[in-house]
């Protein structure tokens, strides 16, 4: 199995659960788009604002205190555009559980908030 560094990791609090006891879809959400910024922010150093995220199914919730890792993938450069996969996993136990997964589309924008195309660093 390859080795994997998640873009980002939290344990996620009692504040950010709904009525039942688990996380929050939002609060989910939150923590994709930003892992999937930072792995956009590795092809360029551009301003950057999310233009989607395709369907997003959760397969399984997320308990108070548990480690949730959020892995990042570049998919695609395209000429004004970024896309990210995200996969998020949570730690419970000694068990990897598949949370969700997302792809989303990273947009370049210049100084007047237009698109401008990608310039890799």
Do not use: W
């Amino acid at each position: 199995m390859e080795k994997r560094d998640p873009a980002i990791r939290v344990v996620l609090q009692p504040k950010d659960t709904n009525k039942h006891g688990t996380i929050f879809g939002g609060v989910i959400l939150s923590y994709i788009d930003l892992a999937g910024a930072v792995e956009a922010s590795k092809t360029t150093s551009q301003r950057i604002v999310t233009a989607g995220i395709k369907e997003v199914d959760f397969k399984a919730p997320v308990l108070v205190g548990e480690v949730v890792s959020f892995y990042t993938k570049t998919t695609r450069i395209g000429r004004t555009s970024i896309g990210v996969r995200v996969d998020v996993e949570s730690t419970r136990g000694h068990q990897e559980v598949h949370v969700t997964s997302a792809e989303l589309t990273f947009v370049c924008l210049d100084e007047t908030g237009r698109p401008t195309p990608v310039v890799k660093t």
